[in-house]
T-cell receptor, first 118, second 114 residues
Framework: AQKVTQAQTEISVVEKEDVTLDCVYE???????LFWYKQPPSGELVFLIR??????QNEISGRYSWNFQKSTSSFNFTITASQVVDSAVYFC???????????????FGQGTTLQVKP | KAGVTQTPRYLIKTRGQQVTLSCSPI?????VSWYQQTPGQGLQFLFE???????NKGNFPGRFSGRQFSNSRSEMNVSTLELGDSALYLC?????????????FGPGTRLTVL
């Protein structure tokens, strides 16, 4: 069954430390998409990145980087030189093809709460 | 472009009442999905609408329903509210109908059932 696991419930770091948020997924499909979202205290989920199952290239965007490893079904997210503004809940999500009427549905992990202390 | 808007932002109801939440997607977006977020269950998919048709529904009782209008705006309704319905309800819109489209979320409606 499709599932996304974020084993780290809470992480606390001091500003400027690097931090990696883990995401492991399960799916029967060979074609799928993975996403990361950030949820600040305001509540709105902010889209960070999308990655398809055929693209295993790592991606870097400023202080953010993502490591996708199909062999281990993982899509980890690293923040380099963390800042207080990075404090939020981060969600990893899986989207599968609509082969079984499964449209418009993101399967989310439980989220990792990141606290960056000054 | 304006983002996804949801109204109201906060709502307090009592058990047994019904409630209607509204979502206006980003202009040009035709797909709207709804999610319920609670501390215990996390983010759970409620349903998805595209071109006024419900294409997918999550594992929620029939008390949860929704619809989409011709301008892509969507509403969800919860009848006979229960305490367990207290949650943050998030609406998301996407440009296309594909599973590859990123979904853009609104700020949510926080529903409290007393």
């Amino acid at each position: 069954a499709q599932k996304v696991t974020q084993a780290q419930t809470e992480i606390s770091v001091v500003e400027k430390e690097d931090v990696t948020l883990d995401c492991v997924y399960e799916t029967r499909d060979t074609t799928y998409y993975l996403f990361w979202y950030k949820q600040p205290p305001s509540g709105e989920l902010v889209f960070l990145i999308r990655r398809n199952s055929f693209d295993e290239q790592n991606e870097i965007s400023g202080r953010y980087s993502w490591n996708f490893q199909k062999s281990t079904s993982s899509f980890n997210f690293t923040i380099t030189a963390s800042q207080v503004v990075d404090s939020a809940v981060y969600f990893c999500a899986l989207s599968e093809p609509p082969l079984r009427g499964n449209t418009g549905k993101l399967i989310f992990g439980q989220g990792t709460t990141l606290q960056v202390k000054p | 472009k304006a983002g996804v808007t949801q109204t109201p932002r906060y709502l307090i109801k009592t058990r047994g009442q019904q409630v209607t939440l509204s979502c206006s997607p980003i202009s040009g977006h035709r797909s709207v999905s709804w999610y319920q977020q609670t501390p215990g269950q996390g983010l759970q998919f409620l349903f998805e609408y595209f071109s006024e048709t419900q294409r997918n529904k999550g594992n929620f009782p029939g008390r949860f329903s929704g619809r989409q209008f011709s301008n892509s705006r969507s509403e969800m309704n919860v009848s006979t509210l229960e305490l367990g319905d207290s949650a943050l309800y998030l609406c998301a819109s996407s440009e296309g109908a594909g599973f590859y489209n990123e979904q853009f979320f609104g700020p949510g409606t926080r529903l409290t059932v007393l």
